[in-house]
């Protein structure tokens, strides 16, 4: 798209005035002793001048310390190895836990069977009580506490329980099978175990206890279970060693005062696992400063979150979106969860939540708003909507069909942010900004204090092309390292080994003209057709705009001593794949792509692999088709999906 088709949505002077990002511009001029900063030249000193931006950072956002020390940053020339405020002592839970009161600060609902408020003097109150229980089972810093839960308040209260004693909190969501569980907690060894009796999907109530007795079994470190009543009033508790439920020990240690243990800024908050697509999940050890950082620039920097507002994100305890959305408690907002099918009971479900409850960010996945797209659906016509400021969106790349749906169906003047990071940050690398335009199929601008350049394939940054995601400089997030790697080898070798003393994330990007992002998907699901190296994104965004194409994956697969571009579509209800459909996808590919875009063979299948947290996992599929071993298919929502791939006639010629 050239400059001159102009921007979807461009802020106010009024709303960017008053945004957080343009106070911390005014601050961070002061700061640097310069007239004023916009953001590109904000984020360029962000970069140059990391001590004073991370300063200014835990001072305006008013981060909640026993002491932070003299020294910012640490060996600051180290990728891996500088360290953040290494002489600050804090602890995340109070910094989330900041404000009292009767107003809410969390709204849950469970599909159309389950609501619940509970206000901060209420949330303080559960957590000061269930850690009170952790404490009596011998729970102290670095000891492990796991939750095996549906994403409903239970798993707040028990992570922010978990953090106010300096633990460390680790989680996977409770449509995980047994191994699939065992792969992440049998390597973390968790000392207590928080789980649900149950969750429900589509109306219906499924259990989860079943599972925890069977992967219970396999862990010898947990000495307590604490069940969470969700979809019964008294969960059965036979089989479960030392077990108890949530509301029996919020009520035995009712009252209990709340303390806040103050550990390093460096020391462990969370474990995160990666996808384990293709072998034993890696645990990811993230640390509480860093952390908490990274999360308060995101959400009041990049996403303009203020005290008070209302925050939706939709997402599961198995995906590091639900950790980022937890820390919105600490900039005073509301966190409203959701857990479930969310077009249930209707396609609209979601938004109806949020119109009801003045949502003002709205977090989503780009395949369910393409999914909304598809399916005709109109959110601001039937909702109220005008509260959101901010509707942000990850998972994979929002097409830019995507962009003109959610400014002509949801709402006209909101900031899309599209954002891009990971698991392996626990944040993001470029996202939102409130001050600037939003660009069709763009995503805005790197986030403050990201280093963020793309890189060739010999290691020199470029513009206006394609290349490796890189970020050339230090920040707050990035792991302390692997659980289960004292050396580090295996964190070096992640993030470390492509280009020496630089992290590479693994995402195929370009820079745009207008300083924003395009991601054409990861790096190591990218086609060489002919020894040319073309996204998947791209075709992507071409295929899944085709009328009666549901959704594609797209994998190279070895022929002839080179690759070939193979498409496997699924297609919408009624609609068969033939010549005419599949003339037609190589047409459109051909005239927006290239000819060098164009699939060799296209099939219909009538499912697609993804992981849990809804990503299609190209690396399986091309797996599949060569026949070979496709990994750790525990870490699949729909493993049986492999076998439509595997020994295709259609293939062999």
């Not at 692999?609 to 190209?618: A, D, W, Y």
Request: aromatic letters at 10%; charged letters at 20%.
């Amino acid at each position: 798209m050239s400059s001159t088709d102009g921007p979807l949505w461009t802020p106010s002077p009024d709303r960017a005035a008053a945004s957080n990002a343009s106070a911390f511009a005014v601050a961070a001029a002061a700061r640097a002793s310069v007239p004023a900063f916009d953001h590109e030249s904000l984020h360029a000193w962000s970069i140059r001048e990391p001590e004073q931006f991370w300063e200014l950072v835990w001072e305006f956002t008013g981060v909640i310390a026993s002491t932070r020390g003299e020294t910012v940053l640490d060996d600051p020339e180290s990728m891996p190895g500088a360290r953040f405020f290494p002489q600050a002592r804090l602890n995340f839970a109070e910094n989330l836990l900041r404000r009292a009161g009767a107003s809410d600060a969390i709204v849950f609902r469970g599909e159309d069977r389950v609501e619940v408020r509970l206000s901060w003097d209420e949330l303080r109150e559960h957590v000061a009580a269930l850690a009170a229980l952790l404490q009596e089972e011998g729970v102290a810093p670095g000891d492990i506490v796991a939750g095996f839960l549906p994403n409903i308040p239970a798993a707040i209260i028990g992570m922010l329980a978990t953090a106010s004693l300096g633990a460390v909190w680790t989680s996977c969501s409770p449509d995980f099978g047994t191994q699939g569980v065992l792969d992440r907690f049998g390597q973390t060894q968790p000392r207590v175990l928080l789980c649900a009796d149950g969750y429900f999907y589509k109306g219906r109530a499924i259990d989860s206890l079943a599972r925890v007795r069977e992967f219970v079994a396999e862990l010898p470190s947990i000495r307590r279970i604490v069940v969470a009543e969700y979809t019964t009033r008294e969960p059965d508790l036979a089989g479960l060693p030392s077990a108890t439920t949530l509301s029996a020990a919020l009520e035995s240690h009712r009252g209990a005062a709340m303390t806040f243990v103050q550990v390093a800024f460096n020391d462990p908050l969370y474990v995160l696992y990666s996808s384990g697509t293709t072998g034993p999940p890696k645990c990811i050890v993230h640390g509480v400063g860093g952390t908490l950082l990274k999360h308060l620039v995101e959400h009041r920097l990049m996403c303009d979150v203020r005290p008070g507002d209302r925050v939706f994100y939709f997402t599961t305890c198995g995906w590091m979106m639900w950790n980022w959305l937890a820390s919105a408690l600490a900039t005073e907002a509301t966190l409203l969860l959701f857990d479930g099918n969310p077009t249930y009971p209707g396609p609209l479900s979601l938004f109806e939540y949020a119109a009801q409850e003045r949502c003002t960010l709205f977090g989503t996945s780009a395949k369910f708003i393409d999914s909304l797209a598809k399916a005709g659906a109109r959110p601001a016509a039937e909702h109220d909507l005008s509260t959101l400021r901010t509707v942000t969106s990850t998972g994979s790349p929002l097409a830019p069909e995507g962009f003109d749906y959610v400014y002509e169906h949801v709402a006209p003047d909101v900031c899309l942010a599209s954002i891009c990071g990971g698991t392996d940050i626990v944040g993001c690398f470029v996202g939102g900004n409130p001050l600037a335009p939003v660009w069709r199929g763009e995503i805005q601008a790197p986030v403050l204090g990201m280093a963020v350049e793309i890189y060739d394939p010999t290691g020199n940054p470029v513009r206006g092309q394609k290349g490796e995601l890189v970020c050339t400089r230090p920040f707050p997030s990035m792991p302390l390292g692997f659980w289960g790697d004292p050396d580090g080898s295996r964190y070096r070798a992640a993030y470390f080994e492509r280009f020496p003393g630089v992290w590479h994330q693994g995402d195929y990007a370009e820079v745009t003209e207008h300083g924003g992002f395009i991601i054409h998907g990861r790096s190591d699901s990218t086609l060489n057709p002919g020894g040319v190296r073309i996204g998947t994104a791209e075709i992507y965004r071409v295929v899944e705009n085709i009328d009666g194409i549901f959704e594609a994956v797209v994998i190279g697969q070895e022929w002839q001593d080179d690759v070939r571009v193979v498409l496997f579509v699924r297609l919408s209800p009624g609609v068969t794949l033939g010549e005419d459909l599949a003339g037609e996808i190589r047409r459109r590919v051909r005239l927006d792509c290239s000819p060098r875009h164009v699939p060799a063979k296209i099939l219909a299948v009538s499912d697609i692999p993804r992981t849990k947290s809804g990503k299609v996992v190209e690396l399986a599929v091309r797996d599949a088709v060569h026949d070979r071993e496709t990994g750790n298919t525990e870490a699949l929502a729909n493993p049986e999906s492999l076998e439509q791939f595997r020994q295709r006639p259609e293939l062999t010629d």
